[in-house]
């Protein structure tokens, strides 16, 4: 069984900063890729980071670019978001997810959320303006 928890959700004022943690227990986690998505009230989820199993390839959405960044500690089963310079927009539930196939990596603009098979329940981040 593969549980993923999410934490570090809060809230903070524009132009602050969080950083999220993902601990994943259950089956392996070290031979997989891992990854972000968010949802806004009213909207659909969206993609906004992702990691590859060794750490060393990492993917952004356009709007967390330059803002966030993502990392992982295999040794602690762990990956961790941070995030910089937060916008009103950035408000929504962020969800950590794992993916489906080991040791492969994503080669388009994003990764989508149905190639993730577990996900965490998400923390709420809320920007005030």
């Known amino acids: 069984q593969v549980q993923l928890a999410e934490s570090g959700g809060g809230l903070v004022q524009a132009g602050g900063s969080l950083r999220l943690s993902c601990a994943a227990s259950?089956?392996?986690?070290?031979?997989?890729?891992m990854g972000w998505f968010r949802q806004a009230p009213g909207k659909e989820r969206e993609f906004v980071a992702a990691?590859?199993?060794?750490?060393?390839?990492?993917l952004y959405s356009a709007s967390a670019q330059g803002r966030f960044s993502l990392s992982r500690d295999n040794a602690k089963n762990t990956i961790y978001l941070r995030m910089n310079s937060l916008k009103p927009e950035d408000t929504a539930v962020y969800y950590c997810?794992?993916?489906?196939?080991?040791?492969?990596?994503?080669?388009?603009?994003?990764?989508?959320?149905?190639?993730?098979?577990?996900w965490g329940q998400g923390t709420q981040v809320t920007v005030s303006s």
């Open positions: 997810a794992r993916d489906r196939v080991q040791q492969r990596w994503f080669y388009g603009a994003v990764c989508p959320a149905t190639e993730f098979a577990y």
């Open positions: 990691i590859s199993w060794s750490g060393g390839r990492t």
């Open positions: 259950g089956r392996v986690f070290s031979n997989l890729a």
